[in-house]
């Protein structure tokens, strides 16, 4: 998961942030990671430490990744990889699964960003 840090403080940025970018024109853009300068928190945009162009009012962010449980996609067996496969061969179809399979399909989508 990424968190900002802004004004000292470690805020939850979630496992896929909303990135922004500002225009030439000065317009706020959504935009991809390569092109990021800054992140958008709760609906406030932060710039990245020294990216410039943002409000001057508005304090900088610097980002980090902390993996909330070290290697936890590892730690899936085979058979639970093999169960999520064959739930997205099926198309997502959940009928078949039992509540204890479709948690592992749960977590390991929202391990990847998935849906």
Known sequence: MYYAIIN???IPAGIKPVWV????NGVMVLCGEKEREGVVIEGEAYPFRGKKGF???TPEADLVWEEETPGIIEQLTNAQLALVEQYERNNG???ELTNT???IVEIYEALIGGE
């Open 8 to 10: 000292g403080q470690k």
């Open 21 to 24: 970018k500002k225009q030439s």
């Open 55 to 57: 409000d001057t009012n």
């Open 93 to 95: 179809l959940e009928a």
């Open 101 to 103: 399979q479709l948690a």
